[in-house]
């Protein structure tokens, strides 16, 4: 939530004095108060509306557990179980995805409860549940780590923190609660999930264990858990219909307070591993503290980068965006190390932490560049090598990987630069040889319309749907491998995938200057018109079209330039994207299309390189005034403040990237594009201790433009940072000013190979 919602939330329970709730509603204070800490300027609600698909619960840095508010809807704008525009709850769940375009998970629904309730577990229908709970966003706290709200209902107070694999709970009852309880909903499914088995057992006056098993997007989804409360059971009253089953379990009494505290622990793996869990994180456990420690867990997380600004707002947006960076991958080990693998056989994660959720069409963009930078290199290592274990279960590297399970969803092989990005930058616990056999092996495979691209050089839009975006996807992904088999003295090999990574250049029109679909037979596929956008049906493009996807040659930029008649006609191709009508034509308009500046389409991930590209043609001064328009425009401190879906924190690492004033067009090339800064200064702490310095003198909205860069005292003319001049430490400064410099960058190039 903002900070002066965070403020009046804060009042029901410390007294602040007027002057300081002032002192936080302006908007020129000092550039950081000391007292403040990076968790006031986050708000989980941002991107709670609209379609950002993000939820406000509590969870920790890629934790195993998130403990968040569920609607019971089933629809696109509730994939995370939230929306902002709702008022009824029907319980929080501890499992749930951030900003994802397809909905799961919700899994292990509880609920506080003050008096004994019919129980049906074959309703599916919210509205005709006994129990749900009106509540007012008014009543809602959301801070990182923390979650709280008013069931106006039962006038209950519900308050959820995590542990890594534990929720916390804390439940105080009003005076008027007739049976203080709680309900476990092991039924209730919505979007694409549904239950497959469920059971609940008590173990003892403390304690009940169960499991759930479903079916969804998910193939082979499996939550066992251990739920333990700090008052004794009265009794439990169990409903179960086929595999659906619903319970409410009463206690003799509350405590002083009237409340009741929960841990629940979970396991992909066994009950034991739940019990462990509960054993490891929850033993005698207060709430307040496990609270605090959440909190202070996210301090640190979030201190790995430090901005100075007067701008309160996008203070707000940049750390918030920071925040829902690190929420996935998810950590899908239990804590004994086993998990459920996508060969759905258990497996142990022998000195590493297996993760789960990777949305990687969208996150090898930023997340995984970003994470780079500043995570942990055994964090790092953790996330190859679960994917490398998920090539050791099924026989080919992870496509969207989710609790466990190949969802296959979306295009390209796109675990190619994230693990190509990890061996040629050298993080220490992977092997490259390992990795190299990995991406053979999953590259020349026969399914996802690869048997054609291997036999045209492309993908004939007469042989598969989507044929463009695949084919300049697999292009650049083989670019990626090309560079890991040069990195392990492979030359045959990098010669091959090489020469793979122009499959982008048959699929140029030079007539109508944009990427098309060509058939088999030569010929490119009409009728063609660039602003059709159908969503994953009679389409040439995964959801986008010719604007958007036209642009996706990564690995070689300077080739996609000399496809044009000259820089000026490609600049002039880009200014069209920017400013040509947003309207989108055909049958079935995709729904992610969002965010858009002429067709540039923010809110999708195909567009957020694209504003980079005119540094390349050496005009510099109009990707500087792009990136401030999107920075501006696109991002709010709202509910709606993010433009599209948040897909694992891709929408936000860009802002992150950007707003400091560079972004890895190339995200495996071992460089940063620059852009344009808008903080005065920004110190990123590097995963080897080093710091690196953004400074941007005379930043201001006016002052958008670059004059002048220097770098460690010395001035360069060129547009782009490496990877090792950040991890080795030191300052860039950014002399900024109200008048584009048309010179800059111009006499100098951006390298296409891998630094």
Known sequence: MSILKYIKNSLKVIAFTPLVVMSACTSEVPKQASHQKLVDFVDPLIGTGEHGHTFPGATLPYGGVQCSPINGVSGWDWVSGYHISDSLLIGFGHLHLSGTGIGDLNDLIVLPTEKEHQLDPMEQNREKLPYTQRYSHDNEVAVPGYYSVLLENSGIQAEMTTGTRVGFHRWTYPQSAEKPSMIVNLGFAVNWDGVTKSSLTQIDDFRV????????????????????????????????????????????????????????GVSSATLEGAHVALEQEANGYDFDLKKQEASDVWEEALSQIKITTKDEKSRAIFYTALYHSKIAPVTHSDAQGNYKGADHKLHHADGFRYYSTFSLWDTFRAVHPLSTIIESEKRNADFINSMLAHFDETGLLPVWALAGNETNCMTGYHAMPVLADAVLKGIEGIDPNRVYEAMKVTSMQDERDLKAYKKYGFIPS??????????????????????????????????????????????????????????????????????????????????????????????????????????EAFVSKLDELFTVSSELTGDNISPDITGLIGQYAHGNEPSH???????????????????????????????????????????????????LGFYPVNPAQGIYVIGTPIFEEAVMKTSNGKEFKVVANNVSKENKYINKIILNGQSIDRLYITHQEIMSGGVVEFEMTNTPNKQLGVSSSIPMNAL
């Not at 409340?259 to 629940?264: C, E």
């Not at 045959?492 to 995938?497: L, M, N, Q, V």
């Not at 540094?615 to 001064?621: H, L, Q, S």
Request: aromatic share 14%.
């Open 209 to 264: 264990q169960g499991e759930r098993l479903s079916k969804g997007w998910a193939e082979d989804q499996r939550v066992y858990f251990e739920m333990k409360f700090s008052q004794p059971i009265e009794k439990i009253n169990i409903e179960k219909e086929g595999e659906r089953l619903v319970a409410q379990i009463f206690f003799k009494n509350v405590d002083n307070q009237r409340q009741v505290t929960a841990a629940v």
């Open 462 to 567: 007469d042989k598969g749907g989507e044929s463009v975006t695949k084919t300049l996807e697999y292009a650049y992904d083989d670019w990626c491998i090309a560079q890991v088999a040069k990195h392990v003295g492979d030359d045959a090999g990098y010669t091959e995938y090489m020469k793979r990574s122009e499959g982008y250049k048959p699929l140029f029109d030079p007539e109508t200057e944009f990427m098309r679909g060509r058939l088999t037979n030569g010929t490119f596929r009409t009728p063609f018109d660039p602003a059709e956008a159908n969503h994953r049906e009679n389409t040439d493009y995964t959801e986008g079209n010719a604007y958007q996807h036209s642009w996706f040659v990564l690995q070689d930029v300077q080739g996609l330039i000399d496809l044009f008649p000259s820089k």
């Open 609 to 659: 390189h694209i504003a980079y590209l005119y540094n390349y043609a050496g005009e510099a001064w109009k990707t500087q005034e792009k990136i401030h328009e999107i920075l501006f425009t696109q991002y709010d401190n709202t509910p709606e403040g993010i433009s599209g879906n948040e897909d694992c924190g891709q929408i936000s690492a860009w802002y992150v990237f950007s707003s």
